[in-house]
């Protein structure tokens, strides 16, 4: 008895040796097709079993986990599934030699053991007890906590399957993990059709009745691939298994259920090819080759039958051309060239015309605000106008595919969305929902193909949100769930929209979200929160966590759609063209003087936070008035417009000029010294105020290094700089508890600085 305990002893012990021998980082090279690809692998220990992920810099891949690893005595065997990836190999000290296997081809593979440093430089990040202390710092006695804005609804994302038999929605587990479920309307049966694994589900929707598509990437760096899987979980495939590509939809092919028409850089990663693809086999067919990268393909434009129609190519960096090919014709032709600012886009064909060349197109050529035109692109003349709005961009338009494509409603975002039905059909929904949902926004999320059933989104600014299942016979409304809960209407904040004029004449929008004390006389502290983008992006009113969140603590948020958001026109959008860091920023100044006339908030309590371009906005505004914020937060926010142009994703490279146009030339001597001028990081000297700085290590679009350098300039010269890095995001957070953790964080540093 005791041989066979000392026998047991040994082998777990030996087994022990050999997962210490694994645990950890190995690096290496293998040669294909002339490229030298270096892989890097990471192996933990869970228990007594080995679990791993996989990074390929080259491409931009990091952490794509392992569906297999074992280790029988120095026999190490792993795969991915999903990319049908295979390794064996034999553990000697620290190397393991073996043989790597993808796509029938086989390789050679030495890994050696090495230690991987993270993304930018890691001494500079904060560590965990200090991010502690900083959450501890929100002290009081709140109705609400971070978690009751920021926690994921337990079920979320519903869609109707097309013939209404079953409804999708997303629902999350104990461990944060947002899995894909489909509900059998009839039968109440539930099943499980995507797990989410450490990858985040970006998105996803239905195909046809039995099939469903899905979008992730890796880490965050937007490298996204397209999947289709079976209602039930099988047959899951990745429609787009190639190496450092991006992908996206174009055409769901309503015609044609088993293909989707998608478009992808998988021959050039600066240009989009569009390919039609078998959703159950995979197979995939080039419809189009951009074969002018220099000039680069930026929309294609398919009919309903998977045809391709038109496209719009950029020209010369700033100018687009749309080629479109008539009815009858073999060839297409140049229809207009417009600078790239102009919008002429067509919404759909009009399938209801004996016309086959007549369209409803979004067009601001012969106006300042777009307006919705019924066109015949054929002979490049307008039928008639559909929809305009003197004030606001027209934008909005449903048609019904079920009743020969006749139109539903038109409409479009003003201070809020104004909807103007126009059927007679969506007219009695229209009016029925306006009945049921006075007072809130209501919108359609989904239909059926039947459009017999409808999913209807009910929202306001102090309501999340609440999933209606509606009947189109019956007139009812089925409540399907309340997303949050726990968060009660009479307690939420008002979001008022505002109007003010900006210190040079424009006529200026936005909105202030206040707390209570704020309408009952108070001066309360102000969060001034400008918008990323910048360009044609735009603050909506309706529900906000953050500004929720801010006017639970006690403060104030406004909001400004400063010159160059859109909505407002195009002659407001090029307002803001050269301007970034200058009028642009005037503008969010003169927001905040508007608003402390209005007598709401404490002019000497002032703080500003945001993301992206928000990010430069908090930088460039403690540089460039810096006695008017106490605090800053930057959330993967540009600090140096040079860094940021030089460091662009290769498939932005065709809109270099374009960004040129907008932000500053830096190949003009007189505009890069206006980017220097504007570019916080020249500047720090100026700033006064404490600063918080948080970043996605992946980020493809604001790297690291933006946020790296802010933070040891700004130390250097004592400043109080927090800095929260995530190792596995991008371009801001996407997990639930990465988020959870930065509000937190932020609501302890302006608990610290404004009062």
């Excluded at 009113?541 to 639970?552: D, K, R």
Aim: aromatic fraction near 10%.
């Amino acid at each position: 008895m005791r041989n066979i305990l000392y026998s047991m002893v040994f082998v777990i012990l030996g087994m022990s040796n050999t997962i210490a021998q694994i645990k950890g980082d190995w690096k290496g090279k293998m040669d294909v097709q002339g490229t030298s690809l270096e892989l890097i692998f990471h192996f933990t220990q869970n228990d007594e079993k080995i679990e791993g992920t996989l990074d390929v810099p080259l491409q931009g891949a990091i952490g794509i986990p392992l569906s297999t690893v074992s280790l029988d005595a120095n026999q190490l065997s792993l795969s991915i599934d999903q990319a049908g990836i295979k390794y064996t190999g034999t553990l000697e000290k620290n190397k393991i030699s073996g043989t790597y296997s993808q796509g029938g081809m086989e390789f050679p593979l030495l890994l050696e053991k090495t230690q991987i440093t993270k993304p930018g430089d890691t001494s500079l990040v904060s560590t965990k007890t200090q991010l502690q202390d900083l959450i501890a710092l929100d002290k009081g006695n709140f109705s609400y906590q971070v978690e009751d804005y920021f926690a994921r609804p337990k079920t979320s994302g519903f869609q109707l399957s097309p013939n209404g038999k079953y409804i999708s929605y997303r629902e999350k587990d104990e461990k944060n993990k947002r899995h894909v479920m489909v509900k059998e309307v009839a039968t109440g049966k539930v099943v499980r059709a995507i797990e989410e694994k450490e990858e985040l589900i970006r998105g996803m929707g239905w195909i046809n009745d039995a099939r469903l598509v899905y979008v992730m990437d890796q880490g965050g760096n937007e490298n996204y691939h397209l999947y289709a899987i079976n209602i039930d979980g099988s047959s899951n495939i990745d429609l787009t298994p190639f190496d450092d590509i991006q992908a996206s939809i174009v055409n769901m092919l309503k015609e044609q259920k088993d293909f989707i028409i998608i478009q992808m850089n998988k021959d050039n990663k600066q240009v989009f090819e569009p390919y039609k693809v078998n959703v159950n086999t995979g197979a995939m067919e080039k419809l189009f080759t951009n074969e002018d990268p220099a000039n680069a393909i930026v929309g294609y434009e398919f009919d309903k039958d998977g045809n391709l129609r038109g496209y719009a190519k950029m020209l010369n960096g700033i100018n687009t051309q749309y080629f479109y090919k008539p009815s009858g014709a073999d060839k297409f032709e140049l229809f207009h060239t417009t600078k790239w600012d102009e919008t002429f886009s067509i919404i759909s064909f009009n399938y209801a015309s004996s016309n086959p060349d007549e369209a409803y197109v979004l067009t601001n050529l012969e106006s300042d605000k777009t307006s919705i035109v019924l066109c015949d692109l054929k002979t490049k003349k307008i039928v008639k106008e559909i929809y305009a709005n003197s004030e606001y961009d027209a934008n909005l338009i449903s048609l019904s595919r079920k009743r020969n494509w006749e139109i539903d409603f038109v409409g479009y975002e003003g201070e809020k969305v104004v909807i103007k039905p126009i059927s007679e059909t969506f007219t009695k929904i229209y009016k029925n929902l306006e009945k049921q949902f006075g007072g809130y926004e209501f919108s359609i999320a989904g239909k059926t193909d039947n459009e017999d059933q409808l999913l209807v989104v009910v929202q306001s600014d102090k309501l999340y949100g609440k999933y209606y299942h509606y009947d189109t016979k019956t007139g009812k409304a089925t409540l399907l769930v309340d997303l949050m809960p726990q968060l009660k209407e009479e307690d939420m904040a008002e979001m008022l929209p505002i109007t003010f004029k900006s210190r040079d004449g424009l006529t200026l929008h936005g909105y202030i979200t206040l707390p209570k004390a704020a309408l009952n006389g108070e001066k309360v502290p102000l969060i001034v929160n400008p918008h990323g983008g910048p360009q044609g992006i735009r603050d909506s009113w309706g529900f906000n966590p953050e500004t929720q969140l801010f006017a639970s603590r006690g403060y104030a948020t406004l909001q400004v759609n400063f010159r160059i958001s859109g909505g407002y026109g195009k002659e407001f959008l090029r307002a803001g063209f050269k301007q970034i860091g200058r009028k642009a920023m005037d503008d969010v100044e003169d927001g905040i003087q508007y608003v402390i006339e209005q007598g709401w908030v404490d002019k000497n309590n002032i703080a500003i936070y945001g993301a992206s371009h928000g990010g430069y906005a908090v930088l460039r505004g403690l540089t460039k008035t810096p006695d008017l914020y106490k605090a800053g937060v930057d959330y993967v926010g540009v600090s140096n417009i040079f860094t940021l142009m030089s460091s662009i994703p290769e498939y932005w490279k065709p809109y270099k000029d374009m960004l040129y146009e907008i932000w500053y030339d830096l190949d003009n001597e007189d505009e890069a010294a206006i980017a220097k001028d504007v570019s916080p990081l020249f500047h720090i000297d100026q700033i006064k105020a404490p600063l918080f700085v948080v970043q996605g290590a992946n980020d493809p679009r604001v790297k690291i290094a933006e946020a790296d350098q802010i933070v040891k300039a700004l130390r250097e010269k004592g400043v109080d700089v927090p800095y929260m890095v995530k190792y596995d995001e991008g371009h801001g957070f996407g997990k639930e508890e990465n988020q959870i953790e930065f509000y937190k964080a932020m609501m302890g540093f302006f608990s610290k600085h404004l009062n």
